[in-house]
């Protein structure tokens, strides 16, 4: 009897299990949280060191429009212009052509094709972005130069390999809201008569609205911080973007080719980390941007 | 069964990291030179460290890269041996240039490259100021052909750029805003491939496939950077701290001796320190060497 008690007021394998996994989890938790609240302290903490230690006016740092770290002029306004600039046009010409696969592969083409597909994008998806750098390098720059004149760099190259490098997210994100799509509308709207392009044009593509946008979002989200691959093609001049075959360069830029020649605490260096602030920020707004946008399809 | 691999497994990490860690222990204590900084001067550095070491075994030299900014600022917080730089400390923000050793360990000569098929050979001095800052914007005003100007600049603190401007611009000039490249050889591939295209890279990486351009006639020549006849040159630097480690310092010595500037230095285009008959301040005045 009083084995038996014993045996039951003590805790089991499972329970002991259940404790120290909990201990695990809540470990990873409190890792995470820290990495991410750390990296926010301090990047907020650099990034307002030019305004706070520094005394330069926020209003010219977001609008002014001349870059002159040896003047300590700083100017921001024409990279974050440049940075969404080439990051809408490459999001806007990479949109309908996902689209376009994504209905090719999802409604009309045999499921084999899918079962092909689908690996190849994901491949696509995580192919390095030094790799897509290197192809605008040496592929597209000298065909915009022999078709377009001047170097060849700019913002069309850096639109280019942008759109490369983000259509495939945007593609497989595309393909799996559509997939989503439950069969039963597929079915109802052809029991009702309607044709293939009635069925997708007024059936999934509505259905799927969340998840496009979503794609879109993070295709963009993810063009807005690339830094190596823009840096390589888009011939860095910290000038207002006027024209489409003119350089210019992306808050990414200016921050990869700048660290390497600045001192840490000097105005230059903090400059540099305002930007990188800059930049933290508009991938917060992307993120909620992205909530938001999933959070209505749910409704 | 399963267990027993795994125990296995672990034992045998175990002793194999005990007994390496036992052998390590036995060899004599490695001394560590950290090199960190001026990307132009990296290959030089790298094939001066693997001379070095093979007639030094005990000395490890770890060479790295970073940029100007980033060797004399890990210098100066002491977390390398040599900070390496193509610029003076004086002339980089937020360094304290007292604080700090300087010595010279070659010099670097940087001159101007045009597309080849512009048959520009030749600039003046004050030609070349007003195409970089912007006043001269076609050929034609040089006698090229008629051809826009396409100025390729390096970026921003970038060591060339910097002895570039000391040299060519007047105080208080503005360079004209143009494209910007990180490293001499895009610089080059651009020059190559870009009609009417005009640059400056270091000796180093000059090659047939661009076209160096004299500078009032004076052809750009290491002896006539050893006289100043052609002014644009700028010293490497190895920086380190005030009284530097018995290794570091005898590293640097290595890399000033007469013999390594006569063969890896000259091999790598570089011009022996020992060959200068000026020197330059770090205010960009030239005098006659002592």
């Known amino acids: ?299 | 069964m399963k267990k027993t691999i795994i125990g296995v497994v672990i034992v045998a990490i175990v002793c194999w990291l005990g007994g390496s860690w036992v052998l390590a222990k036995q060899q004599p204590s490695q001394e560590k030179i950290t090199i960190v900084g001026s990307t132009a001067l990296q290959p030089l550095a790298e094939a001066v460290a693997n001379d070095y070491r093979t007639k030094h075994p005990q000395t490890s030299i770890i060479v790295q890269g970073g940029g100007s900014g980033t060797g004399l600022s890990q210098v100066q917080a002491g977390a390398v041996n040599i900070g390496s730089a193509d610029i003076f400390a004086d002339q980089q923000d937020g360094i304290n240039a007292n604080k700090l050793d300087d010595n010279i360990v070659a010099v670097s000569g940087i001159v101007p490259i045009v597309n080849e098929e512009l048959g520009i050979k030749n600039l003046t001095m004050k030609q070349l100021q007003q195409i970089f800052t912007g006043q001269i914007k076609n050929w034609q005003e040089v006698g090229g052909p008629d051809l826009p100007i396409t100025v390729i600049n390096r970026a921003h603190g970038s060591g060339t750029r910097v002895a570039f401007e000391q040299t060519v611009l007047k105080p208080g000039m503005q360079a004209v805003n143009a494209q910007e490249q990180d490293s001499n050889g895009t610089v080059k591939e651009i020059i190559r491939n870009t009609p009417g295209a005009i640059s400056y890279i270091a000796f180093a990486y000059l090659n047939d496939q661009v076209q160096s351009v004299n500078l009032d006639g004076v052809a750009p020549t290491a002896d006539n950077i050893t006289t100043n006849k052609w002014p644009l040159w700028s010293y490497e630097h190895m920086y380190t701290q005030k009284q530097p480690s018995q290794s570091t310092a005898n590293f640097i010595k290595y890399m000033q001796s007469e013999k390594v500037q006569k063969t890896l230095v000259t091999e790598a285009h570089y011009i022996s320190i020992h060959d200068m008959k000026v020197e330059k301040t770090p205010t960009g005045k030239v005098t006659e060497r002592k």
């Open chain 1, 1 to 299: 009897m009083e084995d038996l008690r014993q045996r039951l007021t003590q805790p089991s394998v499972e329970s002991k299990q259940e404790a120290s996994g909990k201990v695990i989890s809540y470990l990873a938790i409190t890792l995470i949280g820290g990495l991410v609240a750390t990296i926010l302290i301090f990047l907020t903490w650099k990034g307002i060191a030019l305004f706070t230690g520094n005394h330069y006016s926020l209003w010219d740092f977001l609008s002014g429009i001349k870059w002159r770290p040896s003047d300590h002029v700083f100017g921001a306004l024409p990279m974050i212009a440049t940075s969404f600039s080439v990051t809408l046009l490459s999001g806007v010409i990479a949109l309908p052509l996902a689209l376009v696969v994504a209905i090719a592969i999802t409604e009309i083409l045999p499921s084999t094709a899918y079962k092909l597909l689908q690996p190849t994008i994901e491949l696509l998806v995580g192919i390095p972005s030094v790799v897509y750098g290197y192809v605008g390098l040496t592929v597209i720059v000298p065909f915009l130069r022999r078709f377009f004149g001047g170097t060849g760099f700019g913002i069309l190259a850096a639109t280019c390999v942008l759109f490369l490098m983000i259509l495939p997210t945007m593609t497989s994100m595309t393909i799996d809201s559509f997939r989503a799509v439950p069969k039963q509308y597929r079915n109802a709207s052809a029991g009702l008569g309607a044709t293939r392009w009635q069925t997708i044009s007024r059936v999934i593509i509505p259905s799927a609205k969340s998840g496009i946008l979503t794609a879109m979002v993070f295709g963009m989200a993810r063009a807005f911080g690339e830094a190596l691959a823009v840096q390589m093609v888009i011939g860095n001049t910290t000038v207002m973007p006027t024209g489409l075959m003119h350089s210019a360069a992306t808050l990414t830029s200016v921050l990869t080719t700048g660290i390497g020649n600045t001192v840490m605490g000097t105005i230059s260096n903090n400059a540099l980390w305002s930007l990188a602030l800059i930049l933290l920020v508009m991938s917060l707004a992307f993120n909620l941007l992205m909530r938001l946008v999933s959070r209505k399809g749910v409704k």
